[in-house]
Nanobody, 123 residues
Framework: QVQLVESGGGSVQAGWSLRLSCAAS????????MGWFRQVAGKEREEIAT????????RYADSVKARFTISQDNAKNTLYLQMNSLKPEDTAMYYC????????????????WGQGTQVTVSS
């Protein structure tokens, strides 16, 4: 079992930055990929970014590319999402996910999920 706890969300103005954190605990040795997703009430969950633990490779949704950066601190078992130049359309609940299978993370079917942290961006 892997437990994920997100933090760092909040209310900011457009153009500001936030850094989200996802602290992982438990059987983290079994995780090969971690990712960030977001969801607005009534809409489908959207993949934001994925971090491939073994290679350090990353992938981003077009909507956040060049503004968001995903990174991982292995020593702290923590995944980060640095969000710059935030826009009102970035407003959503942000979730962290993890799985042995990177495909599962990419396609949103990961085994482990956090409880989410709310990000609100006002214009």
């Amino acid at each position: 079992q892997v437990q994920l706890v997100e933090s760092g969300g909040g209310s900011v103005q457009a153009g500001w930055s936030l850094r989200l954190s996802c602290a992982a605990s438990g059987s983290t040795y079994s995780v090969n990929c971690m990712g960030w997703f977001r969801q607005v009430a009534g809409k489908e969950r959207e993949e934001i970014a994925t971090f491939y633990t073994a290679s350090g490779s990353t992938r981003y949704a077009d909507s956040v590319k060049a503004r968001f950066t995903i990174s991982q601190d292995n020593a702290k078992n923590t995944l980060y999402l640095q969000m710059n130049s935030l826009k009102p359309e970035d407003t959503a609940m942000y979730y962290c996910a993890a799985d042995f299978s990177c495909s599962a993370v990419v396609y949103g079917t990961a085994t482990y999920w956090g409880q989410g942290t709310q990000v609100t961006v006002s214009s």
